[in-house]
């Protein structure tokens, strides 16, 4: 059975700076594509990062140059650094793995985190 844990996040100010960890547990032995999506209450997820297998990182429009994906393929874990937060980036932030292969090379679901609060405020 494979579960995912996200961490950190909480409150700060505008201009401060947060990181997220994300980890997935479980017979895994390759995620495709680790990444990050937000939600406002009434509003749509919003993909704000994604990192592929090879390394390579897409950003939201709404982030980029503020906040930077990383991922550590030997811990299943992507990371999501948030710098020059701004009031907007209030959110929901959910973590999601996709294309997860398990030990004997199977396909198996995509995962998604529990989401964790995210609140920049003065």
């Known amino acids: 059975q494979m579960k995912v844990v996200e961490s950190g996040g909480g409150s700060v100010q505008p201009g401060g700076s947060l990181r997220l960890s994300c980890a997935a547990f479980?017979?895994?032995?390759?995620?495709?594509?680790m990444a990050w999506y937000r939600q406002v209450p009434g509003n749509l997820h919003e993909m704000v990062a994604e990192?592929?297998?090879?390394?390579?990182?897409n950003y939201g429009d709404a982030v980029k140059g503020r906040f930077t994906a990383s991922r550590d393929d030997a811990k299943n874990t992507v990371y999501l650094e948030m710098a020059s937060l701004k009031l907007e980036d209030t959110a929901a932030y959910y973590c999601?793995?996709?294309?997860?292969?398990?030990?004997?090379?199977?396909?198996?679901?995509?995962?998604w985190g529990q989401g964790i609060q995210v609140t920049v405020s003065s």
């Open positions: 999601n793995f996709d294309g997860i292969y398990n030990r004997r090379n199977i396909q198996v679901p995509g995962l």
């Open positions: 479980g017979s895994i032995s390759k995620i495709n594509v």
């Open positions: 990192v592929t297998s090879s390394g390579i990182a």
